[in-house]
């Protein structure tokens, strides 16, 4: 097991009617808060009813940033650093999914930077300083809500960039499972994928001896599996929205990748993906995950996909290893395409017309990955995956 | 899954020379240091003189508590309180397991409270401020290193009594799994049972939908059982260790039981035996473990041993679930004897003498837990653990 440091300052009420928390949270941190949301299903649901009503209980001021995109850009972050200049935002508030709380974490530390936010996203040692986010949590997948990452995109550069910083985690958040039973089937489904990818980036490493983080892992990845479907056939299943967005967050904050973390492979290749064609980041995953474990298994990498086909989906261990590594990729894809997810690049609408810059860009830090990539190797996993 | 709260504010810095943090971690909150620890372990194992090194490196003030007890006694916590006021401290280093760091605990609430610390221990409402502690684990057990939970014995009225404040989240906890090579093999392995006591206490509950805690504790008791035998025939195994650390550590930290709280079973009874007779808390556990297993297997409990069974000790998942539940529980009674840890209670010393004023005891709040457990209820396990 490797050296780590561990640490979630995070606040977590989770569970059904945990908004009555929100008003004195808010309280401790400010009075003047900016409202970050996305296309507006928090209206549609009622969230964003029940935060006008407890902001004006409290007598808070609030500005209103909304319109966030799935794949948020940087022109939305700049808008909301000019909202928090302009009213001296104190505290802000994201109700959404990621991508909300993506773009509420580059303006909070975009409002108390003078240079242009993008330089932040780029560079994540400039990140001094930054306004306090809460967040109301409607899609179980990213696990922004307790983490200190932010993936924000350039679309004039096609530019999808990952920053980071411990001021990016929000000081509380709410996980109502409630509030995801309206989320469709796809991005739902999208969101099992982003779920279960996050815990794959680091379930495949070569570590010595990070048992205790395997065994966690393959925990989530049995909760993602088991309750999956069921959230998909049945969007107000609360046993299964509650296990999902718990799994979302558990996925990422640290109990499955400290002690073994190793760079990420299939979100590098995907973030290309987005950059370029804006398509649904789980969907991404979900296509190129299974192509990937294919390239990557090998005489080194066979052990530890034959300990996923047993541990996970329960695959006979008296199998060949290849067997089971093989039967184990093919159950992955198979989950996949249970949900709905598509398959292939071309069902997404993407050719090969950027492949070669797409990869060039993702190789960047994927020499220590799992199993090391170059940009020829992406490149045929692209291809693999058309 | 029930709603809950979740927050753990604790630093961890865990791997091998990590206590390269602590001068800078003590300096954030003070300067002068109040050093706890337990019987002198520390000096053998060169931890006493790697703490005098910081302290004299960053020119620390610092006087010492020693001597800690086994079962810390609340004689202890008031001289410790005295130490606090005499030498103003501020800020507390505990180093040691658990015993060291709940009386660091209860310490540093009780020099900041006007009464008798023994008030403190007896009602939680009462701790409204605290010093600040951080701690050197050198046992892998009790968990107290990332939780808010200290227990104090008081020998004069055969009490021993669980406090918890989230003042006593330690701010910072150095976690080197090479601290615990000199552990004695007892010792480890009444570690190993009370990690998987903490584990057992909440995973057999009848809350509904709670799937992923299930399946994360399943994880943290397999670690446990696949490390515990490796770390008592080899002491110097850094990746058993390492895996133990981490297991006490997330196994009371509310990954296994945020969701699906109910109040523990075993633990209160056993603080009933070392309140009585001092004996080593994760040897009690071992004893009364598999009794209160066997006592509370009903129709209703049977489903829950089964999964048990099936899920951490791989039996046969087409056997009739008794037959499972039955030898899950002899697999676990086994797994505790092949550490050499007691099996019954007059092993270490216990009669009936006293079972009946230790069940009345032990009683108080066993009304709501996995399963209902009366005065006579306790008095019948302690009578199966003869």
């Given amino acids: 097991m490797n050296n780590f440091f561990y640490q979630i300052p995070t606040e977590i009420y989770f ?5 009555k928390q929100l008003g004195a949270a808010i309280k401790k941190y400010g009075h003047n808060v900016l409202l970050i949301y996305g296309g507006g299903s928090i209206k549609r649901n009622g969230l964003y009813q029940s935060i006008q009503n407890i902001l004006e209980q409290n007598a808070m001021e609030a500005v209103e940033l ?16 000019a909202l928090c200049r302009q009213h001296n935002v104190d505290v802000i508030l994201a109700a959404g999914g990621g991508s909300t709380i993506d773009c509420a974490k580059v303006i909070s530390a975009g409002a108390r930077y003078k240079g242009d936010a993008w330089d932040l996203v780029v560079n994540s040692n400039l990140i001094t300083d930054a306004i306090p986010i809460l967040t109301v949590l409607t899609l179980a997948a990213t696990g922004s809500e307790m983490d200190r990452f932010a ?4 679309m004039d550069t096609n530019d999808k960039v990952g920053a980071f910083s411990p001021l990016f985690y929000p000081r509380v958040s709410i996980l109502d499972p409630e509030y995801t039973f309206t989320v469709p089937k796809n991005q739902t489904a999208a969101g099992v994928a982003d779920i279960m990818s996050h815990i794959f980036e680091h379930y495949f490493h070569q570590v010595k001896g990070a048992y205790i983080q395997d065994r966690l892992s393959e925990g989530l990845l049995k909760t993602c599996i088991h309750y ?21 967050s558990l996925a990422i904050d640290g109990i499955t990748w400290r002690g073994n973390e190793v760079p990420p492979s299939v979100h590098p290749m995907e973030h290309q993906l987005s950059a370029y064609y804006d398509i649904t980041h789980g969907a991404g995953l979900a296509i190129l995950t299974p192509h990937w474990m294919q390239y990557v298994l090998n005489d080194q990498a066979v052990g530890k996909f034959a300990e996923y086909g047993i541990n996970v989906w329960e695959i006979d261990a008296k199998l060949n290893p290849y067997e089971i590594a093989n039967q184990a990729i093919q159950k992955t894809a198979d989950f996949f395409v249970s ?18 810059v797409m990869a060039e860009k993702a190789s960047k830090g994927l020499e220590n990955a799992f199993y090391p ?14």
Same sequence: chains 1, 2.
């Fill in 15 to 19: 569970g059904k009617g945990q908004i």
């Fill in 66 to 81: 909304s319109g966030v995109e799935p794949n948020p850009r940087i022109e939305t972050v700049r808008k909301g650093v």
């Fill in 151 to 154: 993936v924000i995109s350039n």
């Fill in 228 to 248: 999956g479907p069921v959230a998909y056939d049945q969007p107000d299943n609360y046993e299964a929205r509650a296990n999902l967005m718990w799994a979302s």
């Fill in 339 to 356: 949900l709905n997810l598509p398959a292939t690049l071309r069902e997404v609408g993407i050719g090969d017309e950027y492949f070669q």
């Fill in 373 to 386: 990539l170059t940009a020829k190797d992406i490149s045929a996993i692209y291809n693999a995956s058309l």
